[in-house]
């Protein structure tokens, strides 16, 4: 019985291993929900007894963000020494740039009402 279920615990590992690289995330998905999405599936493999490093989900995490966050994305992995960052901090800074970008995009809107009924 000890065998069949640690077979069973390798075969739900690699089924989330498949669904984690599978992962992308979406351009109009907010770093909330997809940080969520990444974070079930990292404490459910590591629940399992899977041993997946901090390094290699903040790699994916940078690798997967869509074009608004390519900047960002691209400043942490040049100057940012992705081995010893947590996925939290990049989470983090992630949320930090949505924000900054949330306050623009309400700026350009209002300039556009203005425009409209000028």
């Known amino acids: 019985m000890f ?5 069973v615990k390798t075969s739900r590992i690699q089924t989330l291993k498949v669904a984690f690289e599978a992962l992308n995330m979406k351009e109009s998905e907010a770093v909330d929900e997809f ?17 997946i490093e901090e390094y290699y989900v903040v790699k994916k995490l940078l690798r997967v963000v869509p074009l608004k966050f390519l900047q960002i994305a691209s400043t942490l992995e040049k100057f940012g020494n992705l081995d010893e960052m947590t996925v939290e901090e990049v989470i983090g800074r992630l ?12 700026n350009k809107e209002r300039k556009l009402l203005l425009t409209h009924q000028e």
């Open 95 to 106: 949320k930090a740039h949505e924000e900054r970008m949330k306050g623009h995009s309400d």
């Open 35 to 51: 940080a969520m999405k990444i974070s079930n599936l990292v404490s459910t493999m590591r629940a399992l007894g899977d041993a």
């Open 3 to 7: 065998l069949g279920a640690d077979r």
